[in-house]
């Protein structure tokens, strides 16, 4: 199992210029989830998606929107990219059935710049 | 919505002795409280989690306890090493879809 994968690793983008984050898992996965993380504030929770046709905004989600393409893919896309959406963004995926597991695992990762 | 703070935001401890990382949380209705370890460049990974109906729970050097009542939880790491240096993340959960809600992080360093 690979699981959780994201594309591209690195990214340069200038400003006003569009890009999606591609993401997918392979562990059946209902949840999945869309993060940014910024020097000394954790993680932030962009969008989400509880389960397959299903998306929801998180706590920072301007700018940004997302696709939730099958159940193994979900993808965030930046219209026009601005500096600040310098980040490193990481997608996660975790089963929401209650009672279960809640363990989120989390991919590798994208660095992204916009100058 | 949910409020995680945590504290300290570093830490350096000696190799051997033992590392505590506090967290409080707002919501009552959170219910799992995961513990995460990231090393520089790489990704968040789960290393310890408790559910409110447990008050403590230890794998190895490892420990989280749960007080809820005062809405708080913390990190116990017993006999440093120096692979444990990483920032760690504590997390509350809550809503349908099991959102997390992250503290902003400690940078613990262990000194050889």
């Known amino acids: 199992n690979a699981g959780v994968t994201q594309t591209p690793k690195f990214q340069v983008l200038k400003t006003g210029q569009s890009m999606t984050l591609q993401c997918a898992q392979d562990?059946?996965?209902?949840?999945m989830y869309w993060y940014r993380q910024d020097p000394g504030m954790g993680l932030r929770l962009i969008y989400y998606s509880a389960s397959e046709g299903t998306t929801d905004k998180g706590e920072v989600p301007n700018g940004y929107n997302v696709s939730r393409l099958n159940k193994r893919e979900f993808s965030l896309r930046l219209e026009s990219a601005a500096p600040s959406q310098t980040s490193v963004y990481f997608c996660?995926?975790?089963?929401?059935?209650?009672?279960?597991?809640?363990?989120?695992?989390f991919g590798p990762g994208t660095r992204l710049t916009v100058t | 919505g949910e409020n995680v703070e945590q504290h300290p935001s570093t830490l350096s401890v000696q190799e051997g002795d033992s590392a505590v990382i506090k967290c409080t949380y707002s919501?009552?209705?959170?219910?799992?409280f995961p513990w995460y370890k990231q090393e520089l460049g790489k990704r968040p990974q789960l290393i310890i989690d408790?559910?409110?109906?447990?008050g403590e729970k230890k794998d190895q050097r490892i420990a989280v306890t749960l007080n809820k009542t005062a809405k708080h939880f913390s990190l116990h790491i017993t006999e440093t090493q120096p692979e444990d240096s990483a920032v760690y993340f504590c997390a509350a959960i809550t809503g349908s879809a099991r959102q997390l809600t992250f503290g902003s992080g400690t940078q613990l360093t262990v000194l050889p």
């Open positions: 996660a995926s975790s089963e929401s059935v209650s009672g279960g597991t809640y363990e989120q695992y």
């Open positions: 408790i559910r409110s109906n447990v």
């Open positions: 562990m059946n996965h209902n949840s």
């Open positions: 919501d009552s209705a959170s219910n799992y």
